[in-house]
């Protein structure tokens, strides 16, 4: 069986994403957590999805650096979006 690898942010489209892929393939999930402001609710959107697909191999991977580029909404708490 091929291997896919899914990110999986715990939105409808990563959950549309790896219910497509989940029965041809082998799947490892990736969630990366860059400081986004809604980064609490993804992270417990994508653990739901992880135990709903009863996905085996799944990893969560911080990328602070993204906190230094800042301007946008998405990743500045002194923004509105």
């Known amino acids: 069986m091929e291997k896919a690898i899914v990110l999986l942010s715990g939105g409808l489209n990563s959950a549309v994403a790896t219910a497509s892929v989940l029965d041809q393939h082998e799947l490892y999930v990736l969630y990366a957590h860059f400081f986004q402001r809604p980064a ?21 991977v911080e990328l602070s650096h993204f906190k230094q580029v800042g301007g946008n909404a998405f990743v500045d708490p002194k923004r509105v979006g």
């Open 40 to 60: 609490d609710k993804e992270r417990k959107a994508s653990d739901a999805l992880i135990s709903h697909f009863q996905i085996a191999h799944h990893w969560r």
